[in-house]
């Protein structure tokens, strides 16, 4: 029997911390790595059991790779705050690890409440996940926008889903959405990739289409079709602000000097 430790980082995140770490009471230990709270999310992680760190901001993968060096035990799930893991998920990493998993590193499919429904639809789903993972053959990596677990070898999968409380709101996705494509335009030119109008005008149809149509958004009626519409005006920002990013710097008015 493998046991697991269970880590999250955290702030500002009173609101979310006591159901994520509720929902993985039966993990062996559950880290929680805080970068300076303001609210109340340190108290309550201790009172629903956790142990608690503070580490100051300098990063996402920096964060989750100073957890992922505090755990107590080999196997971690690495959890966001935000997320919970459903009963049929916890059983299924409890019986994998009852005896030699085959695998390193296991992704599993998280599933989004948004607009008063689970959405099991559109892009947004089934979104897979690499959470679990032995931490002798798995690192954090990521850039401007993501950060992720890559593993030694080749990954499983499970079948169990994580929950997903992302936004408040519309307005909240909306407003993190132009911050996530800033990041995302700016990694793509880091990396010498351009575009021009004719792409920044195909681009967002074809990404509603994805959505809406192939990954069948339509079965979600109007949440559906808002949330495809949302995806194509991502993929709008995103490639706009790479086509402005090439375009020579002027002032930022005409009559500065």
């Not at 039966?26 to 760190?53: F, P, Q």
């Not at 059983?91 to 409440?113: C, D, N, Q, T």
């Not at 959405?119 to 992720?148: K, M, N």
């Amino acid at each position: 029997m493998h046991k697991v430790s269970v880590t999250i980082i955290t702030k500002e995140e009173g609101a979310h911390i006591g159901p994520a770490i509720d929902s993985v009471r039966w993990a062996d230990e559950v880290i929680v790595v805080d970068c300076g709270s303001s609210d109340n999310t340190v108290a309550v992680a201790r009172a629903h059991g956790a142990r608690v760190e503070h580490r100051d901001w300098t990063g996402w993968v920096d964060q989750k790779t100073f957890a992922h060096g505090l755990a107590a035990n080999d196997w971690i799930l690495s959890l966001d705050a935000d997320e919970r893991v459903t009963p049929e998920l916890a059983a299924e990493i409890r019986a994998l690890l009852a005896s030699e998993p085959a695998r390193r590193g296991y992704r599993m499919p998280r599933v989004m409440f948004h607009l008063g429904k689970w959405i099991r639809t559109t892009d947004h789903f089934p979104d897979y996940q690499l959470r679990l993972y032995d931490r002798r053959a798995g690192r954090w990596e990521g850039d401007y926008v993501h950060e992720s677990v890559k593993i030694d070898g080749p990954m499983g999968y499970l079948r169990g889903e994580i929950q997903h409380y992302s936004y408040a709101d519309l307005a909240d996705q909306l407003n993190r959405l132009n911050h996530y494509s800033t990041l995302a335009a700016q990694k793509m030119y880091d990396r010498g990739r351009r575009t021009n109008l004719v792409e920044v005008a195909l681009q967002p149809p074809a990404a509603f289409l994805r959505s809406y149509v192939l990954r069948r958004g339509f079965l979600d009626g109007g949440t559906g079709f808002v949330l495809s519409a949302v995806s194509a005006y991502s993929v709008f920002l995103k490639y706009a602000k790479l086509w402005e990013l090439a375009r020579p710097v002027g002032k930022a008015y005409p009559h500065e000097k």
